[in-house]
């Protein structure tokens, strides 16, 4: 997964992330909106064959980059337990 960087300031973060689709950025946006310090968490992909653009504002408390980062190591927690439970089966 590329990710390019296109604007960073203390609040916000916004980025692209080559490859991805509407799958993987509302799983990231949802889980990224779980974070009480997060004021904004949204993605555009402006063309049907085009990277998203995903945008995250904070209040200030925390880094966005940090937040994006909690994020996904949630999403993947969340895989690892679902793997988990169907080895048990």
Avoid at 17 to 23: A, N, R, V
């Amino acid at each position: 997964m590329n990710i390019k960087l296109l604007e960073l300031e203390k609040d916000k973060a916004r980025l692209i992330i080559q490859g991805e689709g509407h799958t993987f950025m509302n799983t990231l946006t949802d889980e990224i909106l779980k974070d009480p310090d997060v004021d904004v968490a949204r993605y555009v992909i402006e063309f049907q064959f085009s990277d998203p653009e995903l945008l995250v504002t904070t209040n200030g408390k925390k880094d966005p980059l940090d937040v994006i980062r909690d994020a996904c190591t949630r999403i993947s927690g969340h895989c690892d337990e679902l793997l988990s439970n169907m080895k048990n089966q």
